[in-house]
């Protein structure tokens, strides 16, 4: 398995431009997250999805931003128009419920570093 | 409410030397525990977990204890290792009908001296 995908790497843009980061979970995986990680603020959880289904999105900062999963093999997170204060180092994880032993690990992508100047 | 204190937020150890890094919780409900390591350029990697049920675990050189009682776990390295270098987390996730939400503490940026 390839694990948990996520593209770009990396992202430079213009402050005002829409900007879409992709994830690809695990085969097989039923939850996928969002997390933004900052100097200051750590690793934020955004949102995140149940079978394709979103559950809480109570860690969306704005409505500039919002996130989709139309399947259960992708999802994008997009920030329009993007600001400055929105570069950070952008995680997708996936996760899957087992009964046992350990049902809740998450495996994490290698992230997005949005630059936003 | 939902959080976790981690501490201490920089650590500096010896090669050889053990090192250890603590949390604490403040929602009883919580029932599972996981510490992530993250090296640099790298998505956070669970590295070991415990529940609520147990009150130590052990793999290789790490080990997690969990008390209760007192609201707080801890994470052990010994004999650390220069891979040992990276950024650890520890989180919790607390006990839902139908979710899977880890909360994160704030991380400990560990370095192995040689």
């Known amino acids: 398995d390839a694990g948990v995908i996520q593209s770009p790497r990396h992202e430079v843009t213009e402050m005002g431009q829409e900007v879409t980061l992709r994830c690809k979970p695990i085969s097989g995986h039923d939850y996928l997250f969002w997390y933004r990680q900052t100097m200051m603020r750590g690793l934020e959880l955004l949102i995140y999805?149940?079978?394709?289904?979103?559950?809480?999105d109570s860690g969306m900062p704005e409505d500039r931003f919002s996130a989709k999963m139309p399947n259960a093999s992708f999802s994008t997170l997009k920030i329009q128009p993007s600001e400055p204060r929105d570069s950070a180092v952008y995680f997708c994880?996936?996760?899957?419920?087992?009964?046992?032993?350990?049902?809740?690990?998450?495996?994490f992508g290698s992230g997005t570093r949005l630059t936003v100047v | 409410g939902e959080n976790v204190e981690q501490h201490p937020s920089t650590l500096s150890v010896q090669e050889g030397d053990s090192a250890v890094i603590k949390c604490t919780y403040s929602d009883s409900a919580s029932n599972y525990f996981p510490w992530y390591k993250q090296e640099l350029g790298k998505g956070p990697q669970l590295i070991i977990d415990i529940r609520s049920n147990v009150g130590e675990k052990k793999d290789q050189r790490i080990a997690v204890t969990l008390n209760k009682t007192a609201k707080h776990f801890s994470l052990h390295i010994t004999e650390t290792q220069p891979e040992d270098s990276a950024v650890y987390f520890c989180a919790f996730r607390r006990r839902y009908s139908s979710a899977s939400k880890i909360i994160f503490g704030s991380g400990t940026r560990l370095s192995i001296r040689p």
């Open positions: 999805f149940n079978n394709n289904v979103p559950i809480d």
């Open positions: 994880a996936s996760s899957f419920r087992r009964f046992n032993p350990q049902p809740y690990g998450y495996t």
